[in-house]
């Protein structure tokens, strides 16, 4: 892929994400907590060292964030995502909760971001992936960079859909055919991915399956 070729995929992606949820970014968190399991689990298990640096990638509405910076108030976080929709209202979102000083928001593309140039931070000590790799083209991209990305003894948390490995066949094509339908693509092949990343990094991996395979768990962590 050429770079103007690179560059009209991230348009084309910013695009569709500010149609898909130009509405429904005012009614996200309230639907979204019905279904994306595991947030919570993932922001109790980040547990960054004090003065820590936190980012998300494709932080959205800034839930994850809002939430983490309440939790471990002495990081500092940072997200951004591809969508301006959805950064209007993580802004209004950061600004009604108080943490304007603690959280810090950019736009920019999963599959070729720079934490130095959006946020002036080199490595970082945690990076999230909240239901996030389901919705982003170049996902494997995305895990590469952030992997990269990492201060040593830093870590990669990840938290998306399964497979429904032990769940009834028939709430499967149910669900995927409705997560389709706002362009989320469960990833299949993310344990291996993974395994694959961890050993060319020389990171050690934690996969749970959670939830009969509702909930893929991930963290990567630097040695």
């Not at 968190?29 to 990638?57: A, N």
């Not at 500092?76 to 304007?100: C, P, Q, W």
């Not at 996902?139 to 497979?163: C, K, N, R, T, Y």
């Not at 991996?205 to 963290?219: E, I, V």
Request: net charge positive.
């Amino acid at each position: 892929m050429t770079a103007t070729q690179g560059e009209a995929g991230a348009a084309e992606q910013k695009r569709l994400m500010d149609n898909v949820y130009g509405f429904h970014r005012h009614i996200y968190d309230f639907t979204r907590k019905f279904y994306l399991f595991g947030r919570d689990l993932l922001v109790r298990e980040l547990e960054p060292p004090p003065g820590g640096t936190v980012l998300e990638v494709g932080c959205g509405t800034a839930r994850n964030l809002v939430v983490a910076a309440k939790r471990w108030p002495n990081a500092r976080f940072f997200g951004f995502d591809i969508s301006e929709a959805m950064l209007e209202t993580a802004r209004a979102s950061v600004a009604k909760n108080g943490l304007g000083g603690k959280i810090t928001l950019a736009q920019g593309d999963a599959g070729k971001f720079d934490t130095n140039t959006l946020f002036g931070v080199d490595k970082l000590d945690r990076i999230f992936m909240s239901y996030t790799l389901s919705m982003i083209p170049p996902w494997q991209e995305a895990i590469e960079i952030a992997a990269a990305s990492l201060a040593p003894g830093g870590s990669l948390h990840i938290v998306d859909f399964g497979q429904y490995e032990r769940l009834p066949a028939l709430a499967k094509k149910l669900h995927f055919k409705s997560l389709n339908d706002f362009h989320v693509h469960p990833r299949r092949e993310l344990p291996a991915v993974l395994r694959r990343i961890a050993e060319a990094h020389d990171m050690e991996l934690d996969f749970r399956s959670l939830w009969r395979g509702y909930t893929w768990r991930a963290t990567l962590t630097r040695r």
